[in-house]
């Protein structure tokens, strides 16, 4: 999890995010392996190596994108198409991940993950777009959406994710070397657009928004198919929008100082 995690970071600086994700990666692998001794790892992966998906067929509809072929969506069967440093240097790492159980027997796990949210999400414009969203709401700072709005993401809380590494270590017998899709799944999924109308309803207020340029290797709709890992080792999300939502917002509004303090002068 140690990683630069910015798409629009990697574009300025794609030397540092190679160097961070893709050799950061390689270099603890090989520590691990002229160690001489077999710890679980787990890599946490991203939706970004699957690139822009051209060819999947997507609907626009009034603030959403939705697939049009892809009721569960996209499972790990995808072919990979690195787009951006960013989804190359992780991509990369993912690679190596998965190799290094196949060619040197060590027992990894390869979560390609979606937006992941949650409590304590210090959120800000270039990654974490629920807690950024969320925060800039409550302190009521700018707020700007690339593209249309309509983008679409499974979205999964974070204790769920805990659960989710956590169960998948309990069967590392089925696991390791095996890569899954994590996040909401299909039942989770919202756009930008609907996910400021649902903080509009807590907040009870209008929350103001811009529009910018489109951002390379945006995605307009990703939905993680989540039932292999399901199969695999019995996780499904348990966390609603709804209600993940509603926690990371008190958490925000009960820990304003934080934020305050953060963006003074911002």
Same mark, same amino acid.
């Given at each position: 999890?140690?990683?630069?995690?910015?798409?629009?970071?990697?574009?300025?600086?794609? =030397?540092?995010? !190679?160097?961070?994700?893709?050799?950061?990666?390689?270099?603890? @692998?090989?520590?691990? =392996?002229?160690?001489?001794?077999?710890?679980?790892?787990?890599?946490?992966?991203?939706?970004?190596?699957?690139?822009?998906?051209?060819?999947?067929?997507?609907?626009?509809?009034?603030?959403?994108?939705?697939?049009?072929?892809?009721?569960?969506?996209?499972?790990?069967?995808?072919?990979?198409?690195?787009?951006?440093?960013?989804?190359?240097?992780?991509?990369?790492?993912?690679?190596?991940?998965?190799?290094?159980? =196949?060619?040197?027997?060590?027992?990894?796990?390869? !979560?390609?993950?979606?937006?992941?949210?949650?409590?304590?999400?210090?959120?800000?414009?270039?990654?974490?777009?629920?807690?950024?969203?969320?925060?800039?709401?409550?302190?009521?700072?700018?707020?700007?959406?690339?593209?249309?709005? $309509?983008?679409?993401?499974?979205?999964?809380?974070?204790?769920?994710?805990?659960?989710?590494?956590?169960?998948?270590?309990? $069967?590392?017998?089925?696991?390791?070397? =095996?890569?899954?899709?994590?996040?909401?799944?299909?039942?989770?999924?919202?756009?930008? @657009?609907? !996910? @400021?109308?649902?903080?509009?309803?807590?907040?009870? $207020?209008?929350?103001?928004?811009?529009?910018?340029?489109?951002?390379?290797?945006?995605?307009?709709?990703?939905?993680?198919?989540?039932?292999?890992? $399901?199969?695999?080792?019995?996780?499904?999300?348990?966390?609603?929008?709804?209600?993940?939502?509603?926690?990371?917002?008190?958490?925000?509004?009960?820990?304003?100082?934080?934020?305050?303090? @953060?963006?003074?002068?911002?």
């Amino acid at each position: 999890m140690a990683a630069q995690v910015a798409v629009t970071t990697s574009v300025e600086n794609p =030397r540092e995010d !190679f160097e961070v994700n893709a050799v950061g990666t390689f270099n603890l @692998l090989e520590a691990v =392996r002229l160690a001489g001794i077999r710890p679980i790892i787990i890599y946490a992966s991203t939706n970004k190596v699957y690139g822009e998906m051209e060819n999947v067929k997507i609907e626009e509809g009034e603030t959403a994108y939705r697939y049009a072929d892809l009721p569960h969506g996209v499972s790990e069967r995808m072919p990979l198409d690195f787009y951006s440093p960013y989804g190359c240097s992780k991509g990369t790492g993912d690679q190596y991940v998965r190799d290094y159980w =196949r060619i040197y027997n060590i027992p990894t796990i390869v !979560f390609r993950q979606s937006c992941i949210y949650g409590s304590r999400q210090f959120g800000v414009e270039d990654q974490g777009w629920v807690g950024w969203f969320t925060i800039a709401a409550l302190l009521n700072k700018a707020i700007t959406i690339y593209g249309n709005g $309509k983008q679409v993401r499974d979205v999964l809380y974070i204790d769920d994710l805990i659960d989710c590494y956590l169960a998948a270590i309990e $069967k590392i017998e089925a696991t390791q070397g =095996r890569v899954y899709n994590i996040g909401g799944g299909a039942q989770n999924q919202i756009s930008l @657009l609907d !996910f @400021l109308e649902q903080l509009r309803k807590l907040h009870n $207020k209008n929350i103001a928004y811009r529009f910018a340029d489109w951002r390379p290797g945006d995605q307009k709709i990703y939905v993680s198919d989540i039932r292999e890992a $399901k199969r695999a080792f019995g996780w499904a999300p348990k966390t609603t929008i709804e209600d993940g939502v509603g926690k990371i917002y008190s958490w925000v509004l009960e820990n304003q100082s934080l934020f305050t303090k @953060l963006f003074a002068g911002g």
